[in-house]
Structure formats: structure tokens, C-alpha cells
């Protein structure tokens, strides 16, 4: 069977944040870019959902925070804990220095197409779906394309430089062989939806009980619902029973009770088995990894999405103007990875003490629930509120747009 031939400056594996946003930047700059997402569309719903503060500044900075919060989404600007019927505030955005100065909570694909919409407006950028790559094409020792399946049969894109952007389950960084380090976590999350009548609360929350932990994301018309377990234990609640996890869900959101035999059978109930880890080296000549191909993260204040934003917006800037001029180094792709590295570890570094210094104490708790002692200071102290608005909102150095609108454009 004849193989497909393509060629781009930058082969793009994964259509997701940080695959995406890559694109457009590199395509703005007037870096030729191939996008390969290897699903038919976005709709996913494991994807994150909360569009942070950092994530609508750099919206802002592109002239497209506008079209893109016309959009349907909720706002949230202050987190809280809810335990019965005590609210605990703990973050508030409203005080932090930038545009809009809240999360934006909106389904991904929704802002996925919307990148995808901005990005064909500039004619380097190419977005092929149902693209899957299955390996790299390497020639004395430097990668120098991919091999793709696609409906209409083997693809092989030859690139001065594959972007690894393709998740936690990365095909490109398992073909490259890039060491991966394992911080482990200590959590898994079973996810499943509840539909939400307008009488229900507006607000996304995060829900406390005897020995359980819920979120729940408001997505207007049915809730998404993270419920917290430790990591493992996904059978024993199985074996415990579909009834009484309908108990445990409605003892956590009394407001949803009467809907809890909406969940029929466990064929609604999704196991998300949480990871930490990272890669030790993010590259090797003529490939990077970046998001969660290179660190992946916990869904532990839903910094995920930005944090891989973030590093596409990094990259970009380092390698637009090398890309376009051919002259991409082993230097360049190593400063990505000075950039964004340290801000992945402080955020790992957080995510591990929140899981083991709260939310695992609350998964082993009996008896009656009680609030854990900074979530209690922090309610008490509003001030207090606007750390970790900044640690979940802006995060460890947040990156700015550098790459200027290439002339050609």
C-alpha cells in the first residue's frame, strides 16, 4: 500500500491545549504547522474544563478574550468548600491583577474549536483529525517526522521539528524512549454526570462528607461530577455497591438526592486514574515534548489546561523565528525546557502536599466530617484568599505572547 507523504516546518502530534495553541502561535509567526489530532473531534469528557486567569490573559494579549467569552460559560471567581450546609471560602480571584480575574468554566472542545477556528485564519496552520500518530521517523539519530494512521490509509509527515503534545499516554514520548519520572499520587476519581434543573445552586463546588470528597462542574443543563477516591480502591466501591454509592454521592449534595438513580449501572461511572510524573530530558534532536506529554498533572486545582497553554506559549516564543528561518538548534528546544520545567515542578510539588495533606486525610477520616485546619484559616481570613487564587489562577511564572504577526500575514 502507498504511504501518503506531507511535510511541515513543525508537526504538531496531539489536538489538545497545549497541540492546539501551539499551532496558532507558531502559525501567527509564519512557521509552517501541522496539526494531527487523532480523534474525529474534541469531545471528551475527561478534558478540563476551567479556563484560569493566565489561560484569558493570553486571550486577551491575542485580541480573542472577547469572541471567546461570548461563548456559554460560568464564571467563578471565589472557591469554596461546602461541608453540609457550611460554606468555606478559600480563594478569591476577584483581586488579581489581570483582564478578566476569574476562572471561566467552559467544555474544551468548545474552546478547542474555537483555537481551531483562529488558527485556520492564518495559512501555515493545517489541523488534520483522525490522525493518529504510531511512530517516528528518525535518520542518524535526530527525528525527523512521524508516521500517522489516517482513514485513508499510512501518512508519514516529515518535519524540521515534531512537537510532542499528544497527553499523559504519549505515543511520541514513548517512541522517542524519553525517561518519565513517577511522583505518584495518591488519589483516583470516579466520573460521572447528574442532570441540573435551574433551582439547583449556580456555583461549581467542591463538597465534603464523612470519609468522601466530591466536585461537582456546573455544565448548565447536568453536572460533572469528580468523586474523589484513594488510589486503587475503584473496585471496592464497586463491590460496596451501586446503592450505596448513590447514598455516599446524595449524603455529599442533598440538593441532588432526588437524582441519584440516574446513575442505573456503573457503565456511567468512569475511572480517571490520576497521575504525577514528568519527563527527565523533554527532547531530543529535531522533537519536544511539551504539556502533559512532558509533565502530567493532578486534577488538583484543574491547572492542568493552563500549565500546557502555558508551555505552548513558551515554546512558541523560543522557536517561532528558529522554525521559520531554519535554524532550529539542540539549544533552542533545551531553553523550552528550562522555561517551563521549574514551573511544572512547583506546581507538582503543591498538587502532591494538597493530596496528601488534605484530601487524603479526608478520604481516611470517620465520623463526622470536619473542614481541614487552612481551609478553616482561610475562610476566617479573606485576605489569606488571595494566595492560592494566585497559585490556581496565574501560577509560577506565567507566560506573555512574543511572537509578533508574521508580515506574510
Given at each position: 500500500?502507498?504511504?501518503?507523504?506531507?511535510?511541515?516546518?513543525?508537526?504538531?502530534?496531539?489536538?489538545?491545549?497545549?497541540?492546539?495553541?501551539?499551532g496558532v502561535l507558531l502559525a501567527r509567526a509564519g512557521?509552517?504547522?501541522?496539526?494531527?489530532?487523532?480523534?474525529?473531534?474534541?469531545?471528551?469528557?475527561?478534558?478540563?474544563?476551567?479556563?484560569?486567569?493566565?489561560?484569558?490573559?493570553l486571550m486577551y494579549e491575542l485580541g480573542f478574550d472577547r469572541a471567546l467569552l461570548r461563548l456559554p460559560h460560568q464564571k467563578v471567581t471565589e472557591i469554596a468548600f461546602h461541608?453540609?450546609?457550611?460554606?468555606?471560602?478559600?480563594?478569591?480571584?476577584?483581586?488579581?491583577?489581570v483582564h478578566h480575574p476569574f476562572v471561566a468554566l467552559m467544555p474544551q472542545w468548545d474552546f478547542l474549536n474555537f483555537l481551531a477556528e483562529r488558527g485556520a485564519q492564518y495559512p501555515g496552520f493545517r489541523l488534520r483529525k483522525s490522525a493518529e500518530v504510531t511512530g517516528l521517523v528518525e535518520r542518524e539519530g535526530r527525528v525527523t517526522g512521524v508516521r500517522v494512521?489516517?482513514?485513508?490509509?499510512?501518512?508519514?509527515?516529515?518535519?524540521?521539528?515534531?512537537?510532542?503534545?499528544?497527553?499523559?499516554?504519549?505515543?511520541?514520548?514513548?517512541?522517542?524512549?524519553?525517561?518519565?519520572?513517577?511522583?505518584?499520587?495518591?488519589?483516583?476519581?470516579?466520573?460521572?454526570r447528574?442532570?441540573?434543573?435551574?433551582?439547583?445552586?449556580?456555583?461549581?463546588m467542591a463538597r465534603l462528607g464523612a470519609g468522601h470528597f466530591m466536585v461537582m462542574l456546573n455544565r448548565d443543563d447536568y453536572w460533572q461530577c469528580a468523586f474523589v477516591i484513594p488510589k486503587g480502591d475503584a473496585e471496592k466501591v464497586r463491590q460496596r455497591g451501586l446503592f450505596a454509592f448513590r447514598k455516599d454521592i446524595a449524603e455529599l449534595a442533598p440538593f441532588?438526592?432526588?437524582r441519584v438513580e440516574e446513575l442505573s449501572d456503573w457503565d456511567g461511572v468512569k475511572l480517571l486514574t490520576v497521575q504525577i510524573n514528568r519527563l527527565q530530558q523533554w527532547y531530543r534532536p529535531g522533537l519536544l515534548c511539551i504539556g502533559d506529554a512532558a509533565h502530567a498533572m493532578s486534577p488538583v486545582g484543574g491547572v492542568g489546561i493552563n500549565l500546557a497553554i502555558q508551555d505552548a506559549v513558551a515554546a512558541a516564543n523560543i522557536l517561532a523565528a528558529p522554525l521559520r528561518e531554519k535554524r532550529t538548534r539542540l539549544?533552542?528546544?533545551?531553553?523550552?525546557?528550562?522555561r517551563?520545567?521549574?514551573?511544572?515542578?512547583?506546581?507538582?510539588?503543591?498538587?502532591?502536599?494538597?493530596?496528601?495533606?488534605?484530601?487524603?486525610?479526608?478520604?481516611?477520616?470517620?465520623?463526622?466530617?470536619?473542614?481541614?485546619?487552612?481551609?478553616r484559616l482561610l475562610d476566617r481570613f479573606p485576605l489569606l484568599r488571595r494566595l492560592p487564587a494566585y497559585a490556581i489562577g496565574i501560577g509560577a511564572r506565567p507566560e506573555h505572547i512574543r511572537t509578533p504577526v508574521f508580515a506574510g500575514h
Open positions: 500500500m502507498a504511504v501518503e507523504l506531507a511535510s511541515a516546518q513543525c508537526c504538531i502530534a496531539g489536538g489538545g491545549p497545549a497541540g492546539i495553541m501551539a512557521v509552517d504547522v501541522l496539526v494531527l489530532e487523532k480523534y474525529p473531534d474534541f469531545f471528551r469528557d475527561f478534558r478540563g474544563d476551567t479556563i484560569h486567569p493566565s489561560t484569558l490573559e461541608v453540609g450546609e457550611r460554606e468555606f471560602k478559600v480563594a478569591d480571584c476577584s483581586h488579581l491583577n494512521n489516517t482513514r485513508e490509509g499510512d501518512l508519514e509527515v516529515r518535519a524540521d521539528l515534531v512537537l510532542g503534545a499528544d497527553g499523559r499516554h504519549s505515543t511520541v514520548r514513548e517512541k522517542a524512549g524519553l525517561a518519565l519520572d513517577d511522583i505518584g499520587a495518591p488519589i483516583d476519581v470516579l466520573w460521572f447528574l442532570s441540573r434543573p435551574k433551582s439547583d445552586p449556580a456555583e461549581t441532588a438526592k432526588d539549544d533552542h528546544l533545551r531553553a523550552v525546557q528550562r517551563r520545567e521549574w514551573p511544572a515542578k512547583i506546581t507538582q510539588a503543591v498538587q502532591v502536599q494538597v493530596q496528601n495533606r488534605i484530601l487524603r486525610p479526608i478520604l481516611d477520616a470517620r465520623g463526622e466530617p470536619k473542614p481541614p485546619f487552612l481551609v
